[in-house]
Nanobody, 121 residues
Framework: VQLQASGGGLVQAGGSLRLSCAAS????????MDWFRQAPGKEREFVAA????????FYADAVKGRFTISRDNAKNTLYLQMNSLKPEDTAVYYC???????????????WGKGTQVTVSS
């Protein structure tokens, strides 16, 4: 199983980035897909989740209204559109496959390698 995240980078506050996570080696539509992030010196935290078909999504309060999670099951790809970025969004972002909804790391079946997002003030 491989979950390859990409799309991170350096952006000014107020800007936007779109992260992608390409999945292979798993039955993509059998998994909820999550995004987590980990800032320097902090624990990894839940960002967003989307159900198997993409019809329902869930967000952490810190990103609600600014971030949008989506998936393209035909391409086995997960996305995170991040708008109105803030310096406190700076973190390594990880995609994860979970068998059913979970905002807890213990529910994750597979982790992807992270992609760095840095928001300058």
């Amino acid at each position: 199983v491989q979950l390859q995240a990409s799309g991170g980078g350096l952006v000014q506050a107020g800007g936007s980035l779109r992260l992608s996570c390409a999945a292979s080696g798993l039955a993509f539509t059998s998994y909820f897909m999550d995004w987590f992030r980990q800032a320097p010196g902090k624990e990894r935290e839940f960002v967003a989740a989307i159900d198997w078909g993409g019809g329902s999504s869930f967000y952490a309060d810190a990103v609600k209204g600014r971030f949008t999670i989506s998936r393209d099951n035909a391409k086995n790809t997960l996305y995170l559109q991040m708008n109105s970025l803030k310096p406190e969004d700076t973190a390594v972002y990880y995609c994860a496959a979970v068998p059913s909804y979970s905002s807890n790391q213990s529910g994750v079946r597979y982790w992807g390698k992270g992609t760095q997002v840095t928001v300058s003030s």
